[in-house]
């Protein structure tokens, strides 16, 4: 799973980096969180390798944890978190 998170951020980074100068919306802050959360899903997906509903587990984890799903989505991508932190807590 490391090799996976290793090859992954930097290209996620790069995209995040760039994502301001592309979207020029009044509304790109909650697109951004959008997209934020749309990674994130993909990220618990890959870590299960299963049908499991990622988004599902996500608003779980944000849930039972009294925090939004942008917020656990932010700090997944942030590396504060990780998918094991998230499907198996």
């Known amino acids: 799973m490391e090799e996976v998170q290793k090859a992954v951020a930097p290209p996620i980074s790069r995209l995040r980096a760039e994502r301001p100068r592309r979207l020029n919306r009044r509304d790109s802050g909650a697109l951004n969180l959008r997209l934020d959360v749309g990674i994130a899903i993909g990220m618990v997906m890959e870590y299960v390798d299963s049908n499991v509903d990622a988004l599902a587990t996500l608003r779980g984890y944000a849930y039972s944890h009294s925090r939004t799903l942008d917020e656990v989505s932010q700090d ?14």
């Open 76 to 89: 997944l991508l942030g590396h504060r978190l990780s998918a094991a932190d998230i499907v198996d807590p």
